[in-house]
């Protein structure tokens, strides 16, 4: 395995001079992104950084920014998205390092920051950095995350320490079954940093294949309540992203989409004007 991984990133830092803001780069939800408090001028493109607490997010956005984002050994440090942003083969990123969370699905204000950073603003890449020593317990978001966008990298991080312990895991296979990119690494001594800048380029410019996993739900009476309600928040929200998986969300009680919903946040966040491309994957 250690074989896979990339030797030091050279390209992370320092960022080229910002390029102007990409004309073809359809992807930005620049009006979104705004809402949500994130600038992206000058940027070409916007990855978030997602994962659950403590597996090595802001050790990721400080290799990557050459930032220092508060990096420690206990979990519940990153409480609002910090910004930053990095320079790749002539493009500009501009990078969101989320809170830490379990899930997308309960009810505290770190899952509502980083859900509603990934539903309403959809970057273009969404990096979900897993812990390779607890890979089944972090697949659980991985695959929520999946439901929502294909536009996703997974960061198997922590690599070093899963070697430690005797694991091996195989990234391909993984990989396979996921139907996106899982990038080996050892964040705080910056191994697989290459690997990852590369793999976030392939699915901010499409040039790679992705075929993110998806769940089917119920029966046939749940899929259509799903997509009459669906129908109804794209009439009453026009422009509105994700509206199957937040009729979903509603028709299972969730409590904090429910708030999106009273408190003016689907509101606010759905779009002036449709989207130019869906946040559907190619080929999903
Ligand atoms: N051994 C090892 N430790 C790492 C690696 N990446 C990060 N760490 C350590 O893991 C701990 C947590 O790292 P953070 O970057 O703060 O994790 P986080 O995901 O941002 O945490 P929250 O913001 O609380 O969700 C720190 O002690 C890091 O030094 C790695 O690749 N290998
Ligand atoms: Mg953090």
Not at 29 to 50: I, K
Not at 102 to 113: A, I, R, W
Request: charged letters at 20%; aromatic letters at 4%.
């Amino acid at each position: 395995m250690a074989a896979d991984l990339p030797t030091p990133n050279a390209n992370a830092s320092p960022p080229p001079a910002a390029s102007a803001a990409c004309g073809t780069c359809v992807f930005n939800h620049a009006a979104q992104l705004r809402a949500l408090g994130v600038d992206v001028s000058g940027h070409d493109h916007v990855v978030a950084l997602a994962g659950n607490p403590n597996t090595g997010k802001s050790t990721v956005f400080n290799a990557l920014t050459g930032l220092r984002q508060h990096v420690g050994n206990w979990p519940g440090k990153t409480v609002t998205g910090a910004e930053g942003g990095f320079g790749y083969r002539r493009r500009r990123y501009k990078l969101v390092d989320l809170p830490g969370t379990y899930s997308l699905l309960s009810d505290s204000q770190d899952e509502d920051v980083a859900r509603d950073f990934l539903l309403f603003g959809q970057p273009d890449v969404t990096v979900v950095v897993v812990d390779a020593t607890r890979l089944q317990r972090n697949l659980n978001l991985v695959l929520q995350i999946l439901q929502i966008t294909g536009r996703v990298v997974v960061a198997l991080n922590l690599i070093d320490e899963a070697h430690r312990h005797g694991l091996s895991l195989d990234q391909r296979h993984l990989a396979r079954e996921l139907g996106v990119p899982v990038v080996p690494m050892a964040a705080r001594s910056r191994r697989g940093l290459d690997a990852l800048l590369e793999a976030i380029e392939q699915v901010a410019l499409g040039t790679v294949a992705t075929r993110a996993r998806r769940v089917h739900h119920g029966d046939a009476r749940t899929e259509r309540a799903v997509r009459e309600l669906a129908a109804q928040l794209l009439r009453e929200y026009p422009g509105l992203a994700n509206t199957r998986w937040i009729a979903l969300r509603l028709l299972e009680g969730d409590p904090g989409i429910e708030r999106a919903v009273t408190d003016g946040t689907l509101d606010r966040l759905s779009s002036p004007t449709p989207h130019a491309v869906s946040s559907e994957t190619p080929g999903t």
